[in-house]
Nanobody, 126 residues
Framework: QVHLVESGGGLVQAGGSLRLSCAASGGTASSGGMGWFRQAPGKEREFVAR????????VYADSVRGRFTISRDNAKNTVYLQMNSLKPEDTAVYYC???????????????????WGQGTQVTVSS
């Protein structure tokens, strides 16, 4: 059975950087691609970024575009989220997710992904 395992979260000051990793164990996570979501206390889980396995096409939420970069290592079956210029409002639990289909909706929701990791906490202090 495939599992997604996130790592790299932690506490950082505003303006700092973190890199999250998401590794698939037990096999290939998906054929479509991977995404990152986040959920702050009392808020819904929101889309952050996604990348396709094949062409490596990336899409970002407006709130993170220009600050975050999603990348993948196909050989390692791993996806990364480089987060720069972090803000206190980036504080959340970050989840990686896998999507089997290679057809991507324009507006991505959590329901469009098939497999989820356990999440990793990111806290940005002001």
């Amino acid at each position: 059975q495939v599992h997604l395992v996130e790592s790299g979260g932690g506490l950082v000051q505003a303006g700092g950087s973190l890199r999250l990793s998401c590794a698939a164990s037990g096999g290939t996570a998906s054929s479509g691609g991977m995404g990152w979501f986040r959920q702050a206390p009392g808020k819904e889980r929101e889309f952050v970024a996604r990348i396709s396995w094949g062409a490596g096409i990336t899409v970002y939420a407006d709130s993170v575009r220009g600050r975050f970069t999603i990348s993948r290592d196909n050989a390692k079956n791993t996806v990364y989220l480089q987060m720069n210029s972090l803000k206190p409002e980036d504080t959340a639990v970050y989840y990686c997710a896998a999507r089997r289909s290679s057809i991507w909706p324009n507006l991505l929701r959590a329901s469009h992904f098939d497999l989820w990791g356990q999440g990793t906490q990111v806290t940005v202090s002001s």
